[in-house]
């Protein structure tokens, strides 16, 4: 049985199909998958999706959102994770971050967003999903200085020394779809250098698709998708199983401890709802 700690089931593009997805994650052994909110806007999209699915969620802004996100949102997320906190479903606050990667982003208004989300973490005695691009230090100046339950440092593509960092706070890091990629030397170090312990999976979907996915500019221009799903989590871990030298049978079992270790609301479920189809996401998303 495959966790699946970050995927987007509420983008649009999973609107025509999201159902069969879902489907098809189960029927290839990816059970729990955990779906991160980025904005007020689909907050109880996450909420309904994780619990038509028996999936668990999460709720954040995330960096790339606040810009277009309120001054007050932040106390809205507060009220929000108030009236959920007895939801067994609900298991971190998530994706918060910061990014350094995109252009033209407004770096103190992200580290605002960010240290309050992470107050709140603490109030509501929560772990935290990461968005780490970038902005490995910045995320962990923080981390020192307000300690959180731990959690995920997602899609991680920091250096060693930041991984490192990342793991004697107590948290995992995500690897997915990028790591399948030969060329991504830095990654594919970390995922086989780190104690296994601290690795966790992910797909990202529909985002960050593994090679055999993956489209050029133009090919998506002329129309072919290029769109992750939960259902490839079993492949991309066959890189990791690769690295590792791990049977995949074992790797899905340390990979689903750890994150049950960095998520313990994961532990209080005993296996997925039957599917059913919710719709109803918000207009965009970005991972």
């Not at 907050?43 to 606040?66: K, M, N, T």
């Not at 007050?72 to 918060?96: F, K, P």
């Not at 970390?190 to 990202?204: G, H, K, N, R």
Request: charge should be neutral; include cysteine.
């Amino acid at each position: 049985m495959w966790t699946d700690t970050h995927c987007h089931l509420d983008a649009p593009e999973f609107d025509a199909d999201r159902a069969e997805a879902v489907a098809r994650a189960v029927a290839a052994g990816v059970t729990h998958i955990v779906l991160p909110a980025v904005e007020m806007a689909n907050f109880e999209a996450v909420r309904a999706l994780a619990h038509a699915h028996g999936f668990v969620y999460a709720l954040g802004i995330h960096p790339l959102y606040v810009g277009r996100a309120h001054d007050h949102d932040v106390q809205r997320l507060r009220q929000t994770l108030q009236a959920h906190r007895g939801d067994t479903r609900l298991v971190a606050v998530g994706e918060i971050g910061v990014d350094h990667f995109v252009p033209g982003l407004d770096r103190a208004r992200q580290e605002h967003f960010y240290v309050e989300q992470l107050k709140l973490a603490t109030e509501f005695d929560l772990p935290v999903v990461l968005h780490v691009r970038r902005s490995a230090d910045t995320l962990l100046k923080h981390l020192r200085r307000i300690p959180v339950r731990g959690g995920i440092g997602h899609a991680f593509n920091g250096s060693e020394q930041q991984a490192r960092g990342f793991v004697e706070l107590g948290f995992k890091l995500g690897f997915g779809g990028a790591m399948t990629f030969d060329r991504a030397l830095q990654i594919r170090r970390l995922a086989q250098s780190l104690p296994i312990e601290a690795i966790v999976l992910e797909t990202d979907a529909p985002d960050i698709p593994p090679h055999w996915l993956y489209r050029t500019a133009p090919q998506r221009a002329a129309g072919e998708q290029a769109r992750n799903e939960p259902a490839e989590l079993p492949r991309i871990a066959a890189t990791l199983a690769d690295l590792r030298g791990l049977s995949l049978a074992a790797l899905a079992e340390v990979t689903s401890a750890n994150a049950r270790a960095a998520l313990p609301g994961l532990g209080l479920l005993h296996g997925p709802a039957a599917p059913a189809q919710v719709l109803g996401a918000p207009a965009e998303r970005r991972a």
